[in-house]
């Protein structure tokens, strides 16, 4: 059974860290793109990051650049999302995307998802 499962979320203050984790089971990710997009309330869901495992190479929307790093671990089989100096306006469900091609896209054009993590800033 393929699946990402993403942990990782909860409250923090402005300021704070979290780190989101992606697991998959069912596939192996390192020969994947693997994208975070976030969904605030009343929003549209949105790309924050993406990696792109054709030739390893980063996006970051610019909202976050300079405050969050993708990484993989292919070990585990997990990708990761290191959030620093979180602010209020990050509080969104963040979700984990996986693209069988290898290449990022804005859109939400992924082969898999996960279910979700719930970030919370508070001020």
């Known amino acids: 059974q393929v699946q990402l499962t993403e942990s990782g979320g909860g409250l923090v203050q402005t300021g704070g860290s979290l780190r989101l984790s992606c697991a998959a089971s069912?596939?192996?990710?390192?020969?994947?793109?693997i994208a975070w997009f976030r969904q605030a309330p009343g929003k549209e869901r949105e790309i924050v990051s993406c990696?792109?495992?054709?030739?390893?190479?980063?996006y970051y929307e610019d909202p976050v650049k300079g405050r969050f790093t993708i990484s993989r671990d292919n070990a585990k089989n997990t990708v990761y999302l290191q959030m620093n100096r979180l602010k209020p306006e990050d509080t969104a469900v963040y979700y984990c995307?996986?693209?069988?091609?290898?290449?990022?896209?804005?859109?939400?054009?992924?082969?898999?998802w996960g279910q979700g993590t719930q970030v919370s800033v508070s001020s």
């Open positions: 990696s792109s495992s054709r030739d390893g190479s980063t």
């Open positions: 069912g596939f192996t990710l390192d020969q994947l793109a």
């Open positions: 995307a996986a693209e069988r091609r290898g290449g990022c896209h804005k859109r939400e054009i992924y082969d898999y």
